[in-house]
Every structure is written in structure tokens, then in C-alpha cells.
């Protein structure tokens, strides 16, 4: 083998390994990719924001497998319609807690900047 060709697959390789792990090594939790202000809440909030991330997604699943057993056949309509209906408010009840904490977050966060601010007058 060359000397050209022994740099080219080392490179070669090296870019493979890249590619594969890069997605492992950029992971963020779940929380982060809903709430854009994750960072910004207090610990408090952050487990909240996690463990309602994860029941968004738990419900989420759970529409996709009633809506696959239904197009199988293992539910009748009635009772297909009355679980997704539920299912739906539950997800609709967790996305507007969601907007919930985050609107709080928003507003302790400006209530912390007009202190801020006022401080900051009072100084001057």
C-alpha cells in the first residue's frame, strides 16, 4: 500500500468516527430541546419542566399506539374515539403547563431585571 493511500483511509476513518459519535457526544435532556429557557429556571423548575417533558412524550407514545391498535383492529370506534379523546386533553394539559412555568420563569426573570434596574438608579 502507498504512502498516499495509508493517509487517505486514516483520514477516511477519522472522519467515519466523527460522524458516528457525534450525535452522543451533543446530547441535551429532553427538558432543554422543549424549553428554551431550561437553563434559566431554578432547580425547582427544571424538574418540573423535566418530568412533564417526559410525560409529554410517555402521552405522545401512547396516542401512537392507540391509533396503530386501532388501524390493526384490536379496538371497536366508541372506545377508540373516548381513549384518544382523553389521551389528547392529557397531552393539551401538559403542553399548557408547560407555557405555565415558562410564562413564570419570563416573569421572575423581569421582575428580577426591574430590581435590577431600580438598584441601579437609586445608585446613580
Same mark, same amino acid.
Given at each position: 500500500?502507498?504512502?498516499?493511500?495509508?493517509?487517505?483511509?486514516?483520514?477516511?476513518?477519522?472522519?467515519?468516527?466523527?460522524?458516528?459519535?457525534? &450525535?452522543?457526544?451533543?446530547?441535551?435532556? &429532553?427538558?432543554?430541546?422543549?424549553?428554551?429557557?431550561?437553563?434559566?429556571?431554578? &432547580?425547582?423548575?427544571?424538574?418540573?419542566?423535566?418530568?412533564?417533558?417526559?410525560?409529554?412524550?410517555?402521552?405522545?407514545?401512547?396516542?401512537?399506539?392507540?391509533?396503530?391498535?386501532?388501524?390493526?383492529?384490536?379496538?371497536?370506534?366508541?372506545?377508540?374515539?373516548?381513549?384518544?379523546?382523553?389521551?389528547?386533553?392529557?397531552?393539551?394539559?401538559?403542553?399548557?403547563?408547560?407555557?405555565?412555568?415558562?410564562?413564570?420563569?419570563?416573569?421572575?426573570?423581569?421582575?428580577?431585571?426591574?430590581?435590577?434596574?431600580?438598584?441601579?438608579?437609586?445608585?446613580?
Amino acid at each position: 500500500m502507498s504512502a498516499e493511500a495509508t493517509i487517505f483511509a486514516i483520514v477516511l476513518a477519522g472522519a467515519m468516527a466523527v460522524f458516528v459519535l457525534f &450525535p452522543f457526544m451533543a446530547r441535551r435532556t &429532553p427538558a432543554e430541546e422543549i424549553s428554551p429557557v431550561y437553563r434559566l429556571a431554578t &432547580p425547582h423548575q427544571r424538574q418540573i419542566l423535566e418530568a412533564l417533558s417526559a410525560e409529554k412524550a410517555r402521552t405522545v407514545r401512547a396516542i401512537r399506539d392507540l391509533d396503530f391498535d386501532y388501524d390493526v383492529g384490536k379496538l371497536d370506534t366508541a372506545t377508540y374515539r373516548t381513549q384518544r379523546v382523553y389521551l389528547i386533553q392529557v397531552y393539551m394539559a401538559i403542553v399548557q403547563r408547560l407555557d405555565d412555568i415558562e410564562a413564570e420563569i419570563h416573569t421572575h426573570l423581569e421582575r428580577i431585571e426591574a430590581e435590577i434596574a431600580a438598584f441601579r438608579h437609586v445608585e446613580s
